[in-house]
Nanobody, 121 residues
């Protein structure tokens, strides 16, 4: 299973970006999906997550500004980021819990390669 993330870039404070992450390969089903970020010198943190039933969760610092969604037909998770601030600058990673076949009940954890988001003041 591979996760391919895209959509990062350079944006001014107050701007918007939309991240996408598509899973491909041996996929029977995908449970939870999420976006994490890691800023220079800081630990990786969970930004937003979405369950298979589309229940969402956000870190407090992005509530009201970021929206996570998923397209199950495309095995894709999105992160719409509005009102971006310099403190949102980080490498953003997508994550997915994947059942790789009907014979394997325990989902496995996969990560994308990361996409850099830089917000200038």
């Amino acid at each position: 299973v591979q996760l391919q993330a895209s959509g990062g870039g350079l944006v001014q404070a107050g701007g918007s970006l939309r991240l996408s992450c598509t899973a491909s390969g041996s996929i029977f089903s995908i449970n939870g999906m999420g976006w994490y970020r890691q800023a220079p010198g800081k630990q990786r943190e969970l930004v937003a997550s979405i369950t298979g039933g589309s229940k969402t969760n956000y870190v407090d610092s992005v509530k009201g500004r970021f929206t996570i969604s998923r397209d199950n037909a495309k095995n894709t998770v999105y992160l719409q980021m509005n009102s971006l601030q310099p403190e949102d600058t980080a490498v953003y990673y997508c994550n997915a819990d994947v059942r790789v076949s009907s014979a394997v009940y325990r989902p496995q954890d996969f990560w994308g390669q990361g996409t850099l988001v830089t917000v200038s003041s």
